[in-house]
C-alpha cells in the first residue's frame, strides 16, 4: 500500500523538477540572448560614434554659408541613425557619464544640422532637426539659418531675414528693408532629452 502512495508522489516531484529545469534553461537562453542582443547594440554604437571627433561648446553653426566642403560623409556600414538622407559628420559633445550627442549634417538647400542623444549602451535617447528651415535664394531677402548650443547645453535655433523692396534692375531700394527673427530656444537634458519650444517670431528685432 506504501509503495502505491510513494510512486505518484514521487512521479509528481520528478515531473516537477524536469518542469522546473525546463523553465530554468528557458530563462538562461533569454538571458542569452537579452545580452547578445545588448553586446550587438553597443558593438554597433561604438563603431558609429567612433566616426565623430569630439567637439566643445559653445557651438555655432550657419547653416547655409558655413563651409562644410571638407565634412566626411556618414558611413552607411556604421550607420545607426533612422534616417536616409545623406549625412555628413560634424561632432560629438559629451553631456555626462551616461549620454552623448551627436551632431550630423544633413544635405538639402542648406546643411540641416541633426542632433541625437544616445545612451553611452547605444540606445537612441532622442532625434531633432535644429533648423527653422525658411532660407532660399528669392530676390530682395537675405537669410541666415542659425545654431547655437552653449557651455550648459542651451540650445537657440533661429531663422534671421531681412526683406526689402528692388528697383527694375534688381537693386535694394535704401530704407525699405524688414527685419524678422523666427527662433527656438531649449537644451539637452541631463537625461539627453532634446528639449525645444515652439517657434516664437519677431518682427523688426533689435
Given at each position: 500500500m506504501m509503495r502505491k502512495i510513494l510512486f505518484p508522489i514521487i512521479a509528481l516531484i520528478l515531473l516537477s523538477s524536469c518542469k522546473s529545469e525546463s523553465k530554468e534553461r528557458e530563462n538562461t537562453l533569454a538571458s542569452n540572448k537579452t545580452t547578445s542582443k545588448a553586446s550587438k547594440l553597443t558593438e554597433q554604437y561604438n563603431l558609429f560614434v567612433d566616426q565623430f571627433p569630439i567637439i566643445e561648446t559653445p557651438i555655432k553653426i550657419k547653416a547655409c554659408d558655413d563651409d562644410f566642403s571638407e565634412f566626411?560623409?556618414?558611413?552607411?556600414?556604421?550607420?545607426?541613425?533612422?534616417?536616409?538622407?545623406?549625412?555628413?559628420?560634424?561632432?560629438?559633445?559629451?553631456?555626462?557619464?551616461?549620454?552623448?550627442?551627436?551632431?550630423?549634417?544633413?544635405?538639402a538647400e542648406c546643411f540641416?544640422?541633426?542632433?541625437?542623444t544616445f545612451k553611452i549602451t547605444g540606445e537612441i535617447v532622442n532625434s531633432k532637426e535644429l533648423m527653422i528651415g525658411r532660407c532660399g535664394?528669392?530676390?530682395?531677402?537675405?537669410?541666415?539659418?542659425?545654431?547655437?548650443?552653449?557651455?550648459?547645453?542651451?540650445?537657440?535655433?533661429?531663422?534671421?531675414?531681412?526683406?526689402?523692396?528692388?528697383?527694375?534692375?534688381?537693386?535694394?531700394?535704401?530704407?525699405?528693408?524688414?527685419?524678422?527673427?523666427?527662433?527656438?530656444?531649449?537644451?539637452?537634458?541631463?537625461?539627453?532629452?532634446?528639449?525645444l519650444t515652439n517657434e516664437v517670431k519677431k518682427q523688426n528685432p533689435d
Open positions: 566626411i560623409q556618414l558611413n552607411d556600414t556604421n550607420n545607426i541613425l533612422d534616417r536616409e538622407e545623406f549625412n555628413y559628420i560634424y561632432g560629438k559633445i559629451k553631456i555626462n557619464e551616461e549620454y552623448i550627442a551627436v551632431i550630423t549634417l544633413e544635405e540641416m544640422p541633426i542632433l541625437t535664394p528669392d530676390p530682395c531677402f537675405e537669410c541666415e539659418e542659425l545654431m547655437e548650443i552653449d557651455n550648459d547645453l542651451n540650445i537657440y535655433v533661429a531663422f534671421n531675414s531681412r526683406y526689402f523692396n528692388c528697383d527694375e534692375n534688381g537693386n535694394e531700394i535704401v530704407g525699405t528693408d524688414k527685419k524678422e527673427v523666427i527662433y527656438k530656444t531649449g537644451k539637452i537634458t541631463k537625461e539627453g532629452i532634446i528639449e
